[in-house]
Structure formats: structure tokens, C-alpha cells
């Protein structure tokens, strides 16, 4: 059984979110939320989104304790929000406008793992203080892609590892975290570890928070996970080698590092943690390469539909003028759907009557389309790209767009596309004006319309790609 010398044994540890295995729905909605409140006193921000948060479909009977928590894990985890004791205002971050506004939690997760290290704001004063004393300073995300990255090119093959590997080879020990072993010393050390079968310590507890890291760079599309083991995606390389250069950490604990710690003032440094992690979200940075959600592996030699539409996905890709901008990509297929629709209805003559209409226009949506009987479809696109399935269904219309959608009635359609790993669908909602005065969705007004419907409610149909 493989230990950690007790005088290099420290268990690293973060907050982990009671909602760790919904993250990706949680994550979208919490910055949903988070943006419709904007600046508020500390309790009227605590109190509106404890409500928010008592209408996720999931939380139905929770307790006041259990919704609580969640509120300040995701304020402490993923800094959604800041407070501040000083004005007694509550500021939402711009990590979650930034979410909301870009739909793309493979790029949010990139970020949030870029900023995340040991000590940080996500952990309390007198826990950051245990790792001061230690001497800890330690990226993982970091660390670990720069060991996998250089073990491939010494061994000239692929490093997977496991959540026990980086659990007592990386996370607990202080020979990595505080004395930033050689990378390639570690990759020996677990390669000699497998020679030699030495087993480890598992278990939920054991291996929890190195596997959240390694969870959340799958999320990010950091690393793929096969059977257990955690590899480099190479697809991501641009990625991660800004991931490997990068030496930059928070200083605001630096000063107190070989001194006696006061936990107060440790405390005081919690807002420049939390402004920390919310600058420098650039927009170009981490953007997804959205080409290889739509690269499937076959086990067929040759399958000529198959290859028809990745030939085509390679021309919209092309077409939108960025493999990165997802509403234009969404528009774009939805065009080849609509294309599609006509085409099984026997209307091929009317597919020339589809066409996108300019931003510029600001007619309140994206494409003009037709029914079978030439009536008009105008539909409003709404794009979010992640690794997995989605169950949390919400999208903002502008002001601009829900005008139309009352003056357009049954002639207005929203079409929700969502696109992941294993599938590309889409949620259609005809006349969201209508559903909503039927209390089939929710809305709330702020600068638009914030709406949000459960699957049931929309037509559920796989997007069809337009191939001629």
C-alpha cells in the first residue's frame, strides 16, 4: 500500500458543492440568476437568490440550511458574486455575466481552472492559514498537464492517470505542493508504482477533491477520462500549453508565508480573491474549438452519410468565419435544419425562401423561415455548448425579441439548441408569449425576458444537418 512519508503528508482539501454531480445545469442557471440581480444590499442579494435557488426543479422541500449552502458554494467555489462588508453590497461577478452571456461551460470551466489554486478564497480563513503554515502554493490544473505533457514526450506514448494516482502522488503530498517536484519524477513514480501493482488508499472520501480536478478538466475538455484514467486531449493543445506557461498565482497571501498568521487578516483579503478570479475573462481566450463536438469516431470502415456530414459541418464551420462563435454556429445549423424539415415535407421548392437575417436589422430574431403552406417561421436561435446533457432549459430574450414574439404570436418560435459530447438537439417553443399567459413557462422581466421551461413543454427533436 503506497503512503505519503508522514513528513510530507498534508491532505489538500476545497469546498465541494452539494451539487457536484448536477454542476454543469447548476453552473448555467446560478449565472442565470446571478446576472438578473446585479447589485443589491447583502441580504436583499441573499434573500432573492435563496428564492432563485428554491425553484431549481431539484431543490423542491430542501431546507433553508441546504439552500444557504448553496448559495455561498457557489460564491466561494466559482465566485458568482461578491460581498462586501465594507459598502454592505453584494456585486455579481463578472465570471457569471460572462457565462450567461457566452452559453459556453467548456470555456467557463477553462477559466475557473486557469485562476483556481491552493490557498485561495474558496477555502475559510482558518483553512487558508493551515495551508500558509505549510508552505503550500500549488496549481493542479497546471501541474498536472504539464506532468502528462512532458511523460508523453519522455516515453513517447500516451499518461493516463487515475484519481488515486493524483490523489497521493500529487494532491497530498508536500514535495509537490509545496516544493513543486519535478513533474517527470512523479510520472516515474506512478509508473513504477504500476510495475510493482502497489496499491492505494480509495474511496469516495479519499480521492474526492483530486477527483473534482480532474472531473472539472473534463468539463473544461483538458483531459479525456477512459475507464479510470485521465489522458491529455489533444485537440486542446493550444490550451493547455497556455495552461503549462502560465506562472502567474494570487499574491495577496504571499506577505504572511514564514510569519505568524492572524486569521482576521486573512479574512480581509477575501474580495481581492474574489476580484482576482473575476478579471482578465477575455472573451478570444479559451473560446471552444466547436469542431470537435461534431468528429465522432466510427467503427465502420466507411460510412458515406457520415462522411457527407462531417464534410458539411466542416463547410458551416468554415462559413461562420471562426470554429469558436457558437450563436453563429447555431444559426447556421438551424438553417440546415430548416433546410431539412422542408426537404420531408415534400417542399424542396420552398428552401429558397430560408435565409438569416442581419444583426443589424435588430428585428427581434435570427432566421426567417416557412411552413409547408408558405405561412412565415420566424425563429430566434439560442445556442449553449457543454460536455454532457443538459436538464436546466433557460435562455434571455431581449427586450427587442420578446416585442416581436407578442407581435409575431404563433408565428414566433425560440428554438433552444443544445449541444454536447452525444448529442445535438433542439427544444422548439412556439409562441413563448402564448405558453407563458398558459403558465407553461416561467418568465421574469428585467432588461428583456429571463425565461425557463421544463423539457416537456417544447417540441424535442435532433438537429438535422443539411448535407446538399
Known amino acids: 500500500m503506497y503512503k505519503v512519508p508522514v513528513e510530507y503528508y498534508f491532505r489538500i482539501h476545497h469546498v465541494r458543492p452539494r451539487f457536484k454531480d448536477d454542476v454543469e445545469n447548476v453552473l448555467f442557471y446560478m449565472a442565470h440568476c446571478c446576472s438578473t440581480l446585479k447589485v443589491l444590499p447583502l441580504n436583499e442579494y441573499k434573500d432573492k437568490l435563496n428564492t432563485m435557488i428554491q425553484l431549481y426543479p431539484e431543490n423542491a422541500g430542501k431546507t433553508e440550511k441546504t439552500i444557504n449552502n448553496w448559495r455561498t458554494e457557489i460564491a466561494a467555489l466559482f465566485g458568482f458574486y461578491i460581498e462586501d462588508r465594507n459598502t454592505q453590497k453584494t456585486e455579481t461577478g463578472e465570471i457569471a455575466y460572462f457565462l ?25 480563513s482558518d483553512r487558508i492559514k493551515e495551508f500558509i503554515d505549510a508552505g503550500i502554493k500549488f496549481k493542479p490544473a497546471h501541474y498536472i498537464l504539464k506532468m502528462l505533457y512532458e511523460a508523453e514526450l519522455k516515453n513517447g506514448k500516451p499518461l493516463g492517470i487515475t484519481k488515486e494516482e493524483a490523489t497521493h502522488c500529487i494532491f497530498n503530498d508536500l514535495r509537490v505542493t ?13 509508473l513504477t508504482n504500476r ?14 477533491y483530486a477527483g473534482d480536478i480532474l472531473d472539472y478538466m473534463v468539463h473544461a475538455n483538458l483531459l479525456d477520462e477512459r475507464h479510470g484514467y485521465f489522458y491529455l486531449n489533444h485537440t486542446e493543445l493550444e490550451s493547455i500549453m497556455v495552461f503549462i506557461n502560465d506562472i502567474n498565482y494570487f499574491d495577496g497571501y504571499d506577505r504572511f508565508y514564514g510569519k505568524p498568521v492572524n486569521i482576521p487578516d486573512l479574512a480581509e483579503i477575501e474580495t481581492d480573491w474574489f476580484t482576482y478570479v473575476n478579471k482578465e475573462l477575455h472573451a478570444e481566450l479559451f473560446k471552444t474549438d466547436l469542431t470537435s463536438y461534431f468528429t465522432e469516431e466510427s467503427d465502420e470502415e466507411e460510412d458515406l452519410y457520415k462522411t457527407a456530414v462531417d464534410d458539411k459541418i466542416k463547410e458551416i464551420l468554415e462559413g461562420v468565419g471562426s470554429t469558436k462563435d457558437i450563436g453563429d454556429l447555431g444559426e ?102 402564448q405558453l407563458y399567459k398558459q403558465d407553461k413557462l416561467e418568465m421574469r422581466i428585467t432588461d428583456g425576458a429571463e425565461i425557463s421551461f421544463k423539457e416537456e413543454v417544447a417540441e424535442k427533436t435532433e438537429l438535422m444537418i443539411w448535407k446538399n
Open 332 to 433: 447556421n445549423l438551424v438553417i440546415g435544419h430548416e433546410k431539412v424539415r422542408l426537404v420531408n415535407l415534400g417542399r424542396e421548392d420552398l428552401i429558397h425562401l430560408i435565409k438569416k437575417i442581419p444583426t443589424a436589422l435588430a428585428v427581434g430574431y435570427d432566421i426567417q423561415s416557412v411552413e409547408e403552406d408558405q405561412r412565415k417561421r420566424y425563429i430566434e436561435v439560442k445556442t449553449t455548448i457543454s460536455n454532457k446533457p443538459l436538464k436546466f432549459f433557460g435562455f434571455h430574450l431581449t427586450r427587442n425579441e420578446w416585442d416581436s414574439a407578442q407581435t409575431l404570436n404563433d408565428r414566433y418560435f425560440v428554438y433552444r439548441l443544445m449541444i454536447n459530447r452525444s448529442q445535438k438537439v433542439i427544444y422548439i417553443l412556439q409562441n413563448p408569449v
Open 178 to 190: 509545496r516544493d513543486y517536484r519535478d513533474v517527470n519524477e512523479v510520472a516515474d513514480l506512478i
Open 195 to 208: 510495475k510493482n501493482k502497489v496499491e492505494y488508499e480509495h474511496g469516495g472520501d479519499i480521492t474526492r
Open 100 to 124: 450567461d452571456k457566452e452559453q459556453d461551460l467548456v470555456q467557463f470551466f477553462k477559466f475557473y481552472l486557469f485562476k483556481f489554486q491552493y490557498p485561495g478564497g474558496h477555502l475559510k
